[in-house]
Every structure is written in structure tokens, then in C-alpha cells.
């Protein structure tokens, strides 16, 4: 990088602070692009993400002749530090982190952004932009000041900027020489308790501290360590801990495919999602975020009364997520639209209801919880299996949640038989052997629909329906659930016939038929992550570890991945950070990493 200026630059190289109660995406040169407060799904305060042009809001620490820059994650944590040198040698350190950790007997995340600036060589001169907006950038703050703080007063909020930085060459955008180190805290308009470089000190060492301890509790494979705890850390600050829910990424609207218009809002709770969040953490030790989601999870749960439940909610339960455009926003390097909520909230997804009991299966059986799930909780998941056996071969939009096309969908009803299989199994734990029987009876009368009805002769292949020809790679999560041996010889041939049809090279499309928007150009994350599964469950572990590692390669520089990676450019595309594809990769690297026995 040459240029003499810290414009965004409007890809994904982009680094994620968060503390489970608000985040924010971070690029190569300190320019804080993305913002949403006060939860992940609220207005952007800096929104340059998604508008390319002079108008956006943004905060930016702007190294004047800015010539390279290096990032990285302080190792464990979710600090993030980025370094800027000019030509001549010069060079700041921006440390960019929101504060978490026990405080007081509680865990304390404010909404509160801190921003420390360290000379490394030289006397580099900086200038600060702080750019704020309201209303999804529609609307500029008054901007009053004090001595040692800036206020920027909204319709709604305020924001506070303690800093001790000078005032006045902030708010003028000035560049000055920085001769010491500066502190900006951004949150709540209240006063600091302690004097600014302390406060941002103290909360800085808590901060590593308690990501330091957080990951040293991981259980963790032999091979892979760094990429895991990587994606850890980014699936637990994709946790709401208000509420327990887990969104399925921090952003909305950035396209699936350079102009493909398929631009969505993800900044909401999947419960499909959310369960394969659950269960990649659990299969590293991380339980508490389960503890925390099945919070929210139960309340969704009980509310519905064994009837229809949505496949997404917003992180306060909120059911209604009406989807509007914003046309005032160009959208991501100017290919809008740039839509808020999401007509998903509308749809009917039978798979919905298996992954609500996958998702809260392990709190059955796991000794470890501070409560485990019992009687109480397996009554009202009983309630959502009745559901799951009423629907499962009904016709629905299918987990890809296409808008104009109903079929009974294989996915849907292989996760209403997970649904009774779970429930059976959790039957059998609190020692119910009429429940047993009960729920063994319909998962056995649904596997023998999907094992008749979905397998088509003609393509040597589970469809991606009942009675289909079409092949879909949700096909791959029949032995991920354990519904089929993976060495069933159907399964094999299901795994050929997609990586025939659905591969371009290591990468793998979602399905091979035309959806709203035509066929797929990119390949999506989780679907490469299962066939990787598969290709290890039938004893192709080599392949597996080829294309593992092929993924691995086409993360970020910050071991970060979105929805999507284009086959021909390796870019990715999509909604970031993908909850779904980090997910993939603590399951691959579990799946595939040598066991610890081997060099101890």
C-alpha cells in the first residue's frame, strides 16, 4: 500500500473488536468502518462500509504519507493492533479493543470503544477524523466540547469522546506531530471515574487478561491451534450476552457476488445458525455460550406454544424484521441495495424446529453446566419435536430460504428426524422409556421417507427434495447428524455426484438450480466446510486436508472469513464474519488434526 491517505479501503480485510455487547470492524489503516450501537442490529454510527463516497462516517487515525501498514491480533485476544509507517521510517501503533472482563462480581462490557495511539519512530504527525452520523448516516450530531472530551449529541443518543489528544486539532481534522501516547474512549455520555490514560491502561490489561484466561480453557486439537482460537473468539463475540442470542454476522447487505443484488441483513439471530455456533464451541469446551443462548433459545421456544416458530428473531426476540431499502447508501464498493431486516422472518423453514432441539440436545447430558437441562425443558422441546413430525414433509422455503419456490425440501425433513432422534436420546437420559419408544417410532417413519423419497436413480444422488433431480450440499449434513453411515455406499455416490456439480475445484456452491437471482457465481464457505467433513467421515482424509488447508489460505490476514469466496478470485464476498464459516473451521480442524498423543 502507496497511497498518502487512510481512505477505507473497501474490501474485508477487515479486523473485529466486540465484547458480546457491541462490535466493530476494523481496516488496515485504523479507519473504523463499521460500528452499530447499541446492539450489533442498530443504527451504524459509522457506516464508510457501506458508502464509498465523501459523505461516509468513520473514525480514522491517519498517519500522514502512510506508505505500509501491518495488523495483528494481540495472540489470544481480541485486541487488535495495527501498525502505519511513512517512507521515512516513521510509524504509529493504533490498539483498538472494547473492554471485558469481571468486574465486581459481574462481567463488565460497556458500550464503550477504546482507541490507544503509541509513536514507534520518529516524530510522525496524525490527524483524527471522528465521524459519527445517526440514522444510518442521514443524520450529523451537534458537536459540543469540554476540555478533555467531545460530545455528539443525536436525536436519540449520545456519544462521548474522552480523549487526551488535543480537542481542537481533533475537531478541525488537523494533522499535529504525535509526541506521546493518546487515548480516545468513545461511549455513554457519562465521566470517567479515573483520569483518561489510566482508565484505558487498566482497561486494556483487564481486557487481554480476560481473553488470555478464556482461551487457555479451550480444549483445543493438536494441529490448527492459532485458525481455532481464531474463530473462537470471533463465534463469541458474535454472542448478544444480554439476551444469549448469536448473530449470524456483524454486517448487512454486502453482496454474495460483485452486482448480484443478493445483499441481506445478517445482523440477527438464525436458530440454524446459531446451533452450529453452539456445537463447534462445545466441541472445544466452550459451553457457557450454549448456557447462554438456550436462555434465549427457551424463550423463543415457549412463547410459540408447540406452534409455527420463525427461523430467525431479532437478539431481543423481536419478531417482526420488516425489510426495507435504504436508498440514501451506495451499499459496498457501490453496489447496493443496502437493505435493513429481513423478509426471512417471513418464511416457513421446517428445519428450523431440529435445529432448536440439536441446539439444546447437550444440555441434557453434560455434567458440566450449572444447570442442566431436566424434565421442565424437555417437555417443551417435546412440543417443538411434535411440530417437526407434523411438518416434515410439508413444503417449505428450505433452508437457502428461496423466496419463490416451495418443494418438500430433504434438508428440512432430515432435521425434523434430528429433531425426534435427539429427543429420543434425551428420552433415554432422564430415564423415560415411553418417551423413548415414543420419539424412536418417528424418527424411524421420517429416515425411511428421506432414505425412499429423496434419493434419485437417475443422478446417483440424495436430492435436494422429495422426488427431485436437483442436487443441493445440505445433502452432505445427513452424515454430519448421523442419519446415514458415511460408508453407506448412497452417501459416497452423494458426495461424488456433488463434488461433479456443485465443485470448482476446492470450493462449493450451495445447489445447482436457478434460484430469485439466477445460479450461484460464488462458492459458500460452509458448504466447501461440509464436504471436508464428508470427504474425512468416508475416509478421503488427504483430499480433506488439501482443501482445509486451501481454506485456510483464503482467509483474511486476520484469519477472518466471510460468507462467501469467489473461485476464480479467491475474494471474498458476503456478510462478515461469517458465524457459519468460522464455524467451519474449528469443525474441520477438529475433524482432521492429529490426535495429541502423537507428540506427547
Sequence with gaps: MTDNNS??????????????AYSALVDRRANIVWCCLPRFDGDPVFNALLDPSENASLWSIELEGCARSEQHYEPNTAVLRTRMYDGRGQGIEVTDFAPRFHSRGRMFRPLTLVRRVKVLAGSPRIRVRLRPRFDWGRVKPLVTQGSTHIRY???????????????SYVLSETFFVA?????????PDETLATGIEDTARLFEQETVSYWRAWTRSLSLPLEWQDAVIRAAITLKLSLFEDTGAIVAAMTTSIPEAPGSGRNWDYRYCWLRDAFFVVRALNSISEVSTMEEYLRWLMNVVIRSGGGHIQPLYGIGQEEQLPEAILHHLPGYRGMGPVRVGNQAQEHFQHDVYGNIVLGAAQAFHDHRLFRRAARAEFVHLEAVGEQAFRVYDQPDAGMWELRTRARIHTSSALMSWAACDRLAKVAAALG???RIRYWRERADTIRARILKEAWSDERGSFAESFGGRDLDASALLMAEVNMIDPNDSRFISTVDALERSLCDGPYMRRYEAP??????ETAFNICTFWRIDAL???????QAREIFEVMLASRNHLGLLSEDTHPATGEMWGNYPQTYSMVGTINAAVRLSAPWDTVI
Excluded: Q, W, Y
Design 7 to 20: 481512505a477505507p479501503e473497501h474490501s474485508l480485510n477487515l479486523g473485529m473488536v466486540g465484547n458480546c
Design 432 to 434: 423415560l422409556p415411553e
Design 515 to 520: 434460484d430469485d437471482f439466477g445460479r450461484p
Design 536 to 542: 474425512a467421515r468416508i475416509g478421503r482424509k488427504g
Design 153 to 167: 449529541v443525536g436525536p436519540h443518543t449520545t456519544l462521548r469522546v474522552n480523549c487526551d489528544a488535543p480537542i
Design 179 to 187: 509526541d506521546r501516547p493518546m487515548n480516545f474512549i468513545m461511549g
